[in-house]
């Protein structure tokens, strides 16, 4: 336990000190190593970063992380808008209703919150800006609704959550799409109620032509979920699979819309590589730590510590979550899962918690730290594209963690919010 | 996010061999960033081409998954280096951006020394990994030390990028930790 806290203390404590976050893995690793007496195996580092960099059932992340950069690079996203415009825009705060809705769309075709972010998020903030929306409130709401991509599938969470968990894949991506849905609606809810009493302007109402065409050009980014799933669900194809064919299906999109030229999808490719390279990396260096940990015991430790002080289930469920979210302010999604999954895991089958579940709560719960300072990636990301300044956006983002948090302990009570779908389509276990 | 300025951007402008080294290395960034790019680029062409050819002619192809592997993990390792030369690795820097000068620049100089720590921690294992790889991999006729290579030589890139760093940092040729509404450099016309 002295270990786990040494590691995971120094960790958090370098990171706070301004040390890029894969350094900071890497050397509270190496530290914990000499702690333990490794300091002699000059091998450790370098073959525990290959090791945990290269896991084929990890390869499906650059593959949906293209995808989504390149249904960006088609203009998928704009039709998106426009479809979810036409749709729910004549409301009053239409706009933010449209914010919620697209990103819950986009979702279905992107695995990362800042994909949605950095893309529709741009036009999004754009166009509540000119309509009147105070810019903080719009940059904070894109922020906000981002974090629906991460929990709908195709997931990129959800893919290292089933890696570290040994789960399926495909239950895992049903698992997500009624939690994603409950968020998109508490986000809705929420708006219904704030624009209450906060003037909030309406769009005019789209034509039936208008609509028509809205539709027939959203048409394609509403059956891109189904495809992907379908394909992993039904056994057609694996999760790196579905990735690639999810690639096919946006480059297929952009040559049908005459959309997508040279220069956008290698562009699209370029940062999709670097992308996946800092998170494969991430995952990499978390290696080191984790073969520590998994040597010197410590999640055992930590199972039993736990296991004598907690003996109610809810009580555990509580507990993890405020830990998670409080971390997820800290660290990065990929490294605190990959940390800490080995020492809650076992505690959690030993109250019975459904690993599909728990991994829902605890994807959901570190995918808050996105959108709250300090580390907050969302926030620097939207204050880079939107020119609203960081402070102030993490203030106006504040009362809009209350849905999502409000849906996290939904989820963690009832287990058939996330178990219905999966046990439906695949069987109960 | 706000991170540390390229030294070459900085206060007072390093030493002619320093520039040198600095473009150098940003050529070798962008070098290997078209590189990663076309490791994916055919990891996706393989892939589909496979998943195509499984659907319409009942024939899959073992070699491309050996492939994909090996270019994904190229594409991981090479990418090291460019996410860390372009800045992208997250840095929690909300607390140092409000720190004063000095405790600052010694926040700086740690964190460049932490990296340089940790790089030396990997290649300090390379020579005895690397004699222990002679063997072909799996399905590729190729020794496993090729796999490897590449997270050794970005190592060795990542190591001078961070001395590089420490050096301007501790000259005084840039500033670590800047904050978005300040100079980055002293001197400056904004």
């Known amino acids: 336990m002295i270990l786990g806290t040494l590691v995971i203390g120094g960790f958090v404590l370098l990171m706070l000190l301004g040390v890029p976050v894969t350094m900071a893995i890497g050397a509270s690793a190496i530290a914990g190593l000499y702690y333990a007496g490794f300091g002699d195996m000059a091998l450790v580092v370098p073959q525990q970063i290959l090791d945990g960099a290269a896991k084929p059932a990890l390869l499906a992340i650059p593959f949906f992380i293209l995808a989504g950069n390149l249904m960006n690079a088609v203009g998928l996203t704009d039709r998106i808008f426009n479809f979810c415009l036409a749709v729910v825009g004549h409301f009053r705060a239409g706009l933010a209703y449209v914010n919620v809705i697209a990103s819950l769309l986009f979702a279905g075709v992107s695995g990362a919150a800042t994909a949605d972010i950095a893309g529709l998020g741009q036009l999004e903030v754009r166009a509540m800006r000119a309509r009147g929306y105070k810019p903080e409130f719009a940059a904070a709401l894109t922020v906000a609704t981002s974090l629906v991509g991460p929990i709908v599938p195709p997931s990129i969470s959800l893919i290292v959550y089933a890696w570290l968990a040994n789960e399926s894949v495909a239950r895992l991506f049903l698992a997500g799409i009624v939690p994603g849905v409950l968020v998109a609606l508490s986000f809705i809810l929420y708006i219904r109620v704030v624009s209450t009493w906060t003037p909030m302007p309406r769009e005019p109402r789209a034509t039936f032509r208008q609509f028509g065409t809205a539709a027939l050009e959203g048409i394609p980014a509403l059956v891109a979920p189904g495809i992907i799933l379908g394909a992993i669900v039904f056994g057609f194809a694996t999760a790196t699979e579905a990735g690639v064919i999810a690639c096919g299906y946006s480059i297929l999109i952009g040559l049908c819309y005459r959309s997508l030229n040279w220069k956008a999808a290698w562009d699209a490719m370029a940062e999709s590589a670097v992308l996946s390279a800092l998170i494969m990396m991430i995952i990499g260096f978390s290696q080191i730590m984790g073969w520590l940990f998994a040597f010197e015991q410590v999640p055992q430790a930590f199972a ?100 999502p948090i409000f849906v996290l302990i939904l989820i963690a009570a009832f287990p058939q919010i996330t178990l219905w779908l999966p046990d439906l389509v695949m069987g109960p276990r | 996010m706000p991170q540390t300025p390229r030294p070459d951007e900085a206060m007072t402008g390093p030493p002619r061999p320093v520039r040198h080294l600095h473009r150098l290395l940003d050529g070798v960034s962008v070098g290997f960033k078209v590189a990663i790019t076309l490791c994916l680029a055919v990891m996706v062409a393989l892939n589909l081409f496979n998943v195509i050819s499984r659907s319409v002619l009942g024939v899959a192809y073992g070699w491309i998954f050996s492939w994909t592997m090996l270019l994904f993990v190229w594409m991981l390792l090479l990418g090291l280096f460019v996410f860390i030369r372009d800045r992208r690795d997250v840095v929690v820097d909300v607390f140092m951006t409000r720190l004063p000068g000095m405790p600052r620049r010694v926040a700086g100089l740690f964190a460049c020394a932490v990296g340089i720590a940790v790089m030396l921690a990997i290649l300090r294992g390379a020579p005895t990994l690397l004699s222990l790889q002679t063997a072909p991999m799996d399905s590729i006729d190729l020794p496993i030390y090729v796999r490897s290579l590449p997270l050794f030589v ?33 001197g400056a016309v904004e």
């Open chain 2, 154 to 186: 970005s190592a060795v890139l990542v190591l001078l990028h961070f001395l590089l760093d420490f050096v301007a940092i501790a000259c005084g040729w840039s500033q670590a930790f800047v904050r978005p509404d300040e100079p980055a450099e002293v």
């Open chain 1, 304 to 403: 039993s510590g736990i296991l004598e002080t907690i003996n109610q289930r809810w009580i555990f469920m509580s507990f993890t979550i405020a830990l998670l979210v409080l971390i997820g302010c800290f660290m990065e999604a990929s490294p605190a899962k990959i940390i800490l999954l080995p020492l809650l895991l076992p505690v959690a089958d030993a109250f019975g918690i459904d690993r599909v579940q728990f991994g829902m709560v605890i994807t959901l719960a570190l995918l808050l730290g996105i959108a709250t300072p300090p580390l907050g990636v969302g926030l620097y990301l939207m204050s880079a594209v939107s020119g609203v300044r960081f402070e102030k956006l993490a203030v106006a983002i504040l009362p809009l963690m209350i849905p």
